[in-house]
């Protein structure tokens, strides 16, 4: 009695998966002949799942919180000061850039001691690193790298780089 459920059980189901299978095949021709494709119909499906998310309680709520925090104090001010900073940090090493590649220009200029030399050859790298001008460039980046580090305001730097470039 058992066998003859279980082979009865098994021929509906075989019914039933012929069955869906036609049904699957007569939705696919009606897609194609809607000019549906896969594609398209994955778009369809994203866009109504995104949109159910978006209606959903944990989005709308973690979306409220979201907003709360971004119109917070805190958060402002953070913003704020890490803009300020990195406006800072910016204006300081463009300073650095600049002052860097003119103190550059003057080292190439430099003559170099004993006989002449051809125009092609330059200061080396050894003599560059302990002239004057090497050192006082040196000064500088470690001043601006201290009064970023320390506090964050680089108009000292700005003085000190026109008083040098004065001289």
Excluded: C
């Excluded at 409220?64 to 104090?73: E, G, K, R, V």
């Excluded at 406006?87 to 550059?104: C, D, E, K």
């Amino acid at each position: 009695m058992l066998r003859f459920e279980l082979a009865k059980t098994e021929e509906e189901i075989q019914t039933l998966r012929q069955v869906l299978l036609a049904k699957e095949k007569y939705a696919s021709d009606v897609r194609r002949q809607l000019g549906l494709s896969p594609l398209s119909t994955m778009k369809q499906n994203l866009s109504r799942g995104w949109q159910d998310v978006q209606s959903s309680a944990p989005y709308l709520t973690a979306s409220a919180t979201l907003d709360d925090i971004s119109h917070s104090s805190v958060y402002v001010r953070t913003r704020d000061n890490l803009s300020h900073a990195g406006q800072v940090t910016s204006a300081a090493l463009s300073n650095v850039g600049v002052a860097f590649t003119r103190r550059l220009a003057e080292m190439r200029a430099l003559p170099l001691p004993g006989p002449p030399r051809s125009l092609s050859h330059t200061v080396s790298v050894p003599t560059m690193r302990h002239s004057s001008t090497f050192k006082s460039l040196e000064e500088m980046v470690v001043s601006v790298k201290d009064k970023v580090t320390n506090n964050g305001d680089a108009s000292g730097f700005q003085r000190r780089s026109s008083r040098h470039n004065a001289s």
